[in-house]
């Protein structure tokens, strides 16, 4: 399976739904770190736990942070966390949601607030 894969910078790029075993290919294509930012079982009894893909990106050799972030209301909290992962990680970075929005939108958020 070929992900969709939306890069937002050099750094940091954003995916709808991984998988387990698409932790193969995203360590291929250069990614360190992964931050999944959707809540387990947002999308129902079918979509991996965030355990099952934190046990498969760290198998592949990828670093792994879980912040869920419900639809439409990412948090201040979130943001700074979000933040400190980021600044942290090793890169490049690949952020993940149901649609990858989210991920766009909190990294967005996180950036910025660096600026401030």
């Given at each position: 399976?070929?992900?969709?894969?939306?890069?937002?910078?050099s750094?940091?790029?954003?995916?709808?739904?991984?998988?387990?075993?698409?932790?193969?290919?995203?360590?291929?294509?250069?990614?360190?770190?992964i931050i999944?930012?959707?809540?387990?079982?947002?999308?129902?009894?079918?979509q991996?736990?965030?355990?099952?893909?934190?046990a498969?990106?760290?198998?592949?050799?990828?670093?792994?942070?879980?912040?869920?972030?419900?639809?439409?209301?990412?948090?201040?909290?979130?943001?700074s966390?979000?933040?400190?992962?980021?600044?942290?990680?090793a890169?490049?970075?690949?952020?993940?949601?149901?649609?990858?929005?989210?991920?766009?939108?909190?990294?967005?958020?996180?950036?910025?607030?660096?600026?401030?």
């Amino acid at each position: 399976m070929t992900i969709q894969i939306t890069t937002q910078s050099s750094e940091f790029s954003t995916a709808p739904q991984i998988n387990v075993q698409d932790m193969a290919e995203i360590a291929q294509l250069g990614f360190k770190t992964i931050i999944n930012n959707r809540p387990d079982f947002e999308g129902g009894a079918d979509q991996p736990t965030s355990a099952q893909i934190q046990a498969a990106a760290e198998a592949a050799g990828l670093a792994y942070v879980y912040i869920p972030v419900i639809p439409n209301n990412i948090l201040p909290e979130q943001v700074s966390a979000f933040a400190s992962a980021y600044a942290t990680a090793a890169k490049p970075v690949l952020g993940f949601c149901r649609t990858g929005n989210r991920a766009g939108s909190i990294c967005k958020m996180a950036l910025a607030s660096f600026n401030n």
